[in-house]
């Protein structure tokens, strides 16, 4: 008999957020927004005022207890409009040399996302390079980039593949 998810025994969650819980926790986060949801009230936002949103970092031995090989993020994302070209960005860094950039990929909504003014969902896996060390630095957020017009994010999970 064949398994639904070929992979379902090896997968773990890492982190999920549908940015409910963030406001009045902390320090202000300027991307949070009710502007639009997916579900709830909050999402985040960047816009020609915000160039990143907030951002989920972490080393990797404490994001997994296991070697993470192959990420899946998803998750529901917006654009107002055809100049909202933001980009979410899954970046791998070394703190021991100044955040040196080990990996860098990304999802660009324009090419990723269709439709205007509403809710999409997403998802995209990820291959890393072989011989990422615990101690290395993930790192996931959107960025403006060149967008015009605001792009949100909500309901964002990051799955450990293998």
Not at 55 to 79: P, V
Not at 105 to 118: G, H, R, T, Y
């Amino acid at each position: 008999m064949l398994s639904p998810r070929p992979n379902a025994a090896s997968a773990e969650q890492i982190t999920f957020n549908d940015f409910e819980a963030l406001d009045g926790w902390g320090t202000p986060v300027p991307s949070l927004t009710t502007e639009q949801a997916h579900s709830g009230r909050f999402s985040i936002k960047v816009d020609g005022a915000q160039e990143y949103s907030f951002n989920y970092s972490n080393a990797l031995g404490k994001a997994s207890t296991n070697r993470i090989s192959k990420l899946m993020i998803n998750g529901w994302a917006m654009r107002a409009g055809k100049d909202g070209t933001a980009t979410l960005v899954i970046e791998i860094t070394d703190p021991a040399q100044n955040r040196k950039q080990l990996f860098w990929q990304s999802i660009n909504f324009a090419d990723e996302l269709k439709e205007v003014n509403q809710w999409q969902p997403f998802k995209r896996e990820f291959v890393l390079p072989a011989g990422l060390t615990a101690d290395k630095e993930l790192r996931v957020y959107l960025w403006r980039n060149s967008a015009a017009q605001p792009a949100y994010l909500d309901d964002l999970t990051l799955t450990r593949l293998e």
